[in-house]
């Protein structure tokens, strides 16, 4: 198994509409998660932190599920500035600084 | 302002030559990291640094090598004995208290002709 895992989409959604991301990770020991969004040939840029509880952002939430080692991601009401690729990113929890692990990411189009 | 700085965006190196990317942070971050992104491929970590003069190989490490004389600055050589160097490399950085959260330089692009 991966250490991080998503779907590579693309999805494509027409505005408004809502999607939801997947990413599964494979290190029951860790313990920080994140969402950033990458633009085409730009920086990843952090978009949340993923709490055990789920956090709210605005239109996006994220959800993570211990028991079965997986991040969620929804966005609601898509706008067409929201088309960017999305990385799952996990800490690889060894030595003292627990590296991250980033996912390959999904690329969303939001289309008119 | 506050922030991470790479330099320079665009790279061109002819084969068998070393060419250095320069990081420089003003966040005064204890920790710095280099990874490289591939088209459509995730971030890889190359090396990263906790404190100065200290620094550990990430795990693509081969044909690269990375000094920290100073807080702020953290940068990279890409020696002639990395085998496919052409990619976009990403400097990033961390405060120790701000848990695992880490933030990135615009990054710089390199290839090699």
């Known amino acids: 198994r991966k250490e991080v895992e998503q779907d590579p989409g693309p999805f494509n959604v027409p505005e408004g509409a809502t999607v939801a991301f997947n990413c599964t990770y494979s290190?029951?020991?860790?313990?920080?998660f994140f969402w950033y969004r990458q633009d085409c040939r730009k920086e990843p840029k952090l978009l949340m932190s993923?709490?055990?509880s789920g956090n709210e952002d605005g239109r996006f939430t994220a959800q993570l599920n211990r028991a079965s080692q997986y991040i969620s991601l929804l966005i609601r009401d898509s706008k067409l500035s929201d088309s960017a690729t999305y990385l799952c990113?996990?800490?690889?929890?060894?030595?003292?600084?627990?590296?991250?692990?980033f996912g390959k990411g999904t690329k969303l189009s939001v289309k008119p | 302002d506050g922030g991470i700085t790479q330099s320079p965006k665009y790279l061109f190196r002819k084969e068998g030559q070393n060419v250095t990317l320069s990081c420089e942070q003003n966040?005064?971050?204890?920790?710095m990291y280099w990874y490289r992104q591939d088209p459509g491929q995730g971030l890889r970590l190359i090396y990263y640094?906790?404190?100065?003069?200290?620094?550990q190989k990430g795990d693509i490490a081969e044909g690269y090598s990375v000094s920290r004389e100073k807080k702020e600055s953290f940068p990279l050589t890409v020696t002639s004995a990395q085998k496919n160097p052409t990619a976009f490399y990403l400097c990033?950085?961390?405060?120790?208290?701000?848990?695992?959260?880490?933030?990135f330089g615009e990054g710089s692009w390199l290839t090699v002709v």
């Open positions: 990033a950085s961390k405060a120790v208290e701000s848990g695992n959260t880490i933030y």
């Open positions: 290190n029951s020991a860790s313990q920080s």
């Open positions: 966040l005064n971050h204890d920790a």
């Open positions: 990113v996990v800490n690889r929890p060894r030595g003292s600084q627990g590296n991250l692990i």
């Open positions: 640094s906790q404190i100065v003069n200290d620094f």
């Open positions: 993923v709490y055990s």
